[in-house]
């Protein structure tokens, strides 16, 4: 069987985005569009991908490069120079090919992000079932057909052609099969019939679409097959991952913010079922949103307004949220994880954070842990079984095992030129507000008094107080602030001392 090439078309302006960044380029569940797209063709294997690049090129091609690395597939860059419509685009495709090229093109678009690799296959089947077909299209029926190119059927019912939007004539507006602008041609077609577009349509450009015309009038065979025909048929073929959207939404193209969020809620609501049926109990899916590279153990709680990105994983039996966003972090079994906001940090079983807590880069805390309540770290290791409970910032700073940081505790890492470490040995307990003015070492075992700055390295087994012995200076507030209610409280009390001392005196 001769090979397979799958072509990406991403060289529109993207204008009905009106956006500064490149069309393609935009996010859905944490991945740009054109990711996901070049990730459902890499999936089938093919023997070439050619992604067609031209508006914003020099932002698109290394975002392409990158990916490419990235799954380790050579995928091949064909620029349209100027965008003439999306037939000129699939012609820009073929030259990517090697010369002759004589397999079959599946072809499909950036702005379709959510077509996965089980659909591109059962259209490639659909298509090689007759032979001689020279297109076969993707078709689907979705409520409101508006901005699709319409499937126009002759008395037989076979295709005759596509009607972009804005050449509809009366009558066709209500024909509600739709071209979701993936297909698969026979290669030699596509290329002679792109050969021979026209720009006689409402837009001036050369549509792909026209190719299925000129197919007819060649009396070559056009097939259109439905989304949910194919998607029946990768479930009865056992491939269809769990994670795939369904429906129409699995072929919706994306020109504008609101089909953007359309698709970006679907894929979304897509990957949170998957986790309840692998056994995550999720409280509130609308408010729950998870990227596709995130992993879950069974038994975890998800409660409301939680984001979970990158490559976070999550372990058995934690519990999460409400109100937490964890990008790239790892989740140890049973931990408990309450309003906070984590980035590229670590944290061990069985420990506890939040509520309110900020864990930037680097942040790595042991098993049974704690990071409690207004509590910022970064670039820290917290040892097992180590508490930095309340009102703290832990920054450059390694912390042993046993350890209980008091309330208020701040590692001063930064002197205006060079950051610097704090080190805290193990089953050390330092009093509330203390200062560890870095570098600073405080040894193994030892305390500090409550509101001590430390400056100086503290030995193992000391205790370490930097703050002078208190002195009251009695009456100084009705002597320099008379007249004032504080004043006028203290001279009450004082007063009424004085009085109880006098009686004492008499009884005595
Ligand atoms: C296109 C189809 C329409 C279909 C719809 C499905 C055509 C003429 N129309 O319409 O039948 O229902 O997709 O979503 O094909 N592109 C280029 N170079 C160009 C023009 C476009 O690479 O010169 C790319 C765009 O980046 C985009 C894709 O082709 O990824 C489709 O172009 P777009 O303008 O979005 O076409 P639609 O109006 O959505
Ligand atoms: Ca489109």
């Known amino acids: 069987m001769s090979e397979t090439a799958v072509v990406i078309l991403a060289a529109g302006a993207g204008t009905r985005m009106r956006s500064k960044k490149a069309k393609v380029l935009h996010r859905v569940g944490g991945r740009t569009m054109l990711e996901h797209t070049i990730r459902a063709a890499c999936d089938l294997a093919p023997g070439h991908v050619v992604v067609v690049v031209g508006h914003q090129r020099e932002e698109v091609i290394p975002v392409v490069e990158q990916i490419g690395e990235q799954l380790g597939q050579n995928l091949v860059i064909a ?82 052609a596509i009607v972009e939007q804005k050449d509809l004539q009366t009558g066709q507006h209500e024909i509600n099969e739709v071209n979701s602008g993936v297909y698969a041609f026979d290669a030699a077609h596509l ?45 009865t073929a056992g491939a269809w991952a769990d ?35 692998a056994g995550v109990t999720i409280e509130d899916p609308a408010t729950t949103w998870i990227e596709a590279g995130v992993t879950i153990g069974p038994d975890t709680l998800i409660y409301p307004n939680v984001q979970l990105r990158g ?31 984590g980035t590229d940090a ?43 409970p309340h009102l703290s910032y832990i920054g450059d700073t390694t912390i042993g095992t046993g350890v209980n940081l008091g309330a208020g505790a701040i590692t001063a890492n930064y002197d205006d030129i060079a950051k610097h470490r704090t080190e805290i040995g193990d089953e050390v307990h330092t009093g509330s507000h203390n200062v ?32 002078a012995p208190q002195r009251n200076v009695e009456g100084w507030v009705e002597t320099n602030r008379p007249g004032t209610a504080a004043a006028d409280a203290a001279a009450r009390v004082r007063s009424a001392q004085k009085a109880d001392d006098g009686a004492q005196e008499e009884d005595g």
């Not at 040894?443 to 000391?462: C, L």
């Open 191 to 235: 290329r002679s019939a792109t050969a021979n577009l026209n720009t006689d349509n409402a837009q001036g450009e050369l549509y792909l679409t026209d190719v299925v015309a000129i197919a007819r009038s060649e009396a070559r065979h056009v097939h259109a097959v439905e989304i949910n025909t194919l998607i029946a048929a990768a479930k």
């Open 346 to 388: 670590e944290l061990g079983a069985g420990s506890t954070i939040g509520p309110f807590a900020y864990l930037r880069p680097g942040t790595k805390l042991g098993v049974k842990g704690k990071i409690g309540t207004f509590v910022e770290t970064k670039n820290s290791t917290i040892g097992e079984r180590s508490k930095v």
């Open 243 to 277: 994670a795939n959207v369904t429906g129409d939404m699995c072929v919706a193209g994306v020109n504008d913010r609101a089909q953007l969020s359309a698709v970006s809620r679907a894929y979304n609501d897509a990957i949170v079922a998957s986790h309840m049926r």
């Open 436 to 467: 560890f003015v870095a570098p600073v070492r405080i040894g193994e075992g030892a305390k500090t008094g409550a509101g001590a700055v430390i400056r100086k390295d503290v030995p193992a087994g000391a205790l370490a107080l930097s703050v």
């Open 79 to 160: 620029v349209q120079d100027e965008q003439l419509g999306t037939g000129h685009a699939a012609a820009c495709g073929l030259s990517g090919l090697p010369d002759g090229f004589d397999g079959d093109v599946l072809l499909t678009a950036a702005d379709v992000p959510l077509l996965n690799s089980d659909v591109l296959r059962e259209l490639h089947n659909a298509h090689l079932a007759t032979s001689g077909t020279a297109v076969t299209i993707l078709t689907f029926r979705p409520e409101n057909p508006f901005g699709y190119g319409r499937i126009t059927r002759d008395a037989s019912g076979d295709v005759d």
């Open 311 to 341: 490559t976070t994983a999550i372990g058995e039996a934690c519990e999460i949220g409400p109100d937490t966003t964890l990008t790239n972090v790892t989740v140890g079994t049973a931990a408990v994880v309450i309003r906070t906001h």
